[in-house]
């Protein structure tokens, strides 16, 4: 399928991601596939394929159709597997990854990503996928190169949640008082969103959306004990007064408070970022 893909105008390479690339996947995993592609795309040979592959009409996107950051694609089952084709702008990933270099990154609004898309996932994708189509060896040169996490981003992902993360949670006071379930646990999940990249960033691991990443963030060499079942906790425990609000709080405070010491000292790489 990826060479058949690659035909088509504008695609430049494909590649596996999700858990299928990374061989965490259960046997009713979805199979993602990235079409790396610079404008204009060829969405109608697209559409010709992905009725061939499936049997009849599929709907096939053209950039931009689901969201600013998942930027459109199609969904297909095929031979009753589903296969997910999500379109990647190349050049795009390309500024991504030079932002990264120079220790920048931002948080964009998407469907489907609740915590919002932090855009060094784009550089992340590429280093952890397996690459099943690029004519050119452009994706692979990419590869290569993010597969070595920048210290400029490591430090400013450690550096934004060691601020942002105690200063959400002391706004969150103001709602806990009121008994504001809602907000409260809008900024915990925030501060422990903060909590997952600043641990995956020292320990120089890429983590790709919210999906499994306070779990793998409790496997970090940093995270402190039972760091996971912490974080489910603040959840699990929230309640809607003023009284088990506070009290969240002041267990999301004490989280926070030590992985920011941990990531404060010299640090372990994971050993899947290099």
């Not at 109608?44 to 053209?62: D, K």
């Not at 099943?132 to 400029?152: I, K, M, N, S, V």
């Not at 501060?191 to 960033?201: I, N």
Request: proline share 6%; hydrophobic share 40%.
């Amino acid at each position: 399928m990826a060479e058949r893909l690659v035909e088509a105008g504008g695609v430049v390479g494909v590649c596996l991601g999700g858990s299928r690339a990374r061989g965490t996947h259960s046997p009713g995993s979805d199979y993602d596939l990235g079409l790396y592609y610079r404008p204009p795309l060829d969405t109608a040979a697209l559409r010709l394929l992905a009725a061939e592959l499936t049997g009849g009409p599929v709907e096939v996107t053209e950039p931009g159709g689901w969201g600013p950051w998942v930027d459109g694609g199609g969904w297909l089952t095929i031979d009753g597997h589903r296969v997910d084709w999500i379109y990647r702008d190349l050049n795009r990933v390309h500024r991504v990854w030079q932002r990264c270099q120079a220790g920048q990154f931002e948080i964009g609004a998407q469907p489907g990503h609740p915590l919002g898309v932090y855009s060094h996932a784009y550089a992340g994708e590429v280093a952890l996928g397996r690459i099943l189509a690029d004519p050119r060896g452009e994706l692979q040169a990419l590869q290569e190169q993010t597969r070595l996490y920048p210290e400029p981003l490591r430090e400013a992902l450690i550096g934004n949640a060691q601020w942002e993360a105690p200063f959400i949670l002391a706004g969150a006071r103001k709602g806990a008082s009121r008994g504001d379930a809602f907000y409260v646990a809008g900024c915990l999940f925030r501060a422990v969103g903060l909590l997952v990249h600043a641990l995956h960033a020292h320990a120089r691991c890429w983590v790709l959306n919210e999906k499994g990443a306070v779990q793998a963030a409790g496997g970090l060499p940093a995270a402190p004990a039972d760091f996971t079942g912490r974080a489910h906790a603040l959840f699990s425990s929230l309640g809607t007064t003023p009284e088990t609000l506070a009290a969240a709080l002041d267990d999301a405070d004490r989280l926070v408070a030590e992985v920011c010491g941990l990531i404060g000292r010299p640090h372990l790489d994971c050993g899947s970022s290099r």
